[in-house]
């Protein structure tokens, strides 16, 4: 028997070292805890999970929780959804 995925749509951020890549997840975390270290990369820490982020990998906040995904695996997994009014317009360019 073949499965296929469930379409499931997330919030997701691409870590890339830059501040506004941090602004944006800050704001994605919200009451979640997350550090900046020197080597650039993160320490979220999420339903009392500790989880190491390095640059290129997407933090993903989807129905359970947030998980951490390799840009290779979210980029072949994962599309961006038009929001109407938010670019909308264009897709039928």
């Known amino acids: 028997m073949k499965y296929r995925a469930k379409p499931i749509e997330v919030e997701a951020v691409k870590w890339d070292g830059t501040s506004e890549a941090w602004s944006t997840l800050c704001a994605l975390v919200e009451d979640d805890v997350v550090f900046r270290n ?3 990369t993160l320490s ?3 339903n009392d999970a500790h989880v190491r982020v390095r640059v290129g990998n997407w933090i993903a906040k989807g129905e ?4 951490v995904i390799d840009d290779e695996v979210f980029t ?3 599309e961006p959804v038009l929001e ?3 670019g909308a317009e264009n897709a039928a360019d």
């Open 38 to 40: 020197p080597d650039d």
């Open 44 to 46: 979220l820490e999420v």
């Open 64 to 67: 359970f929780g947030f998980v």
């Open 76 to 78: 072949s997994t994962y």
């Open 84 to 86: 109407l009014g938010k």
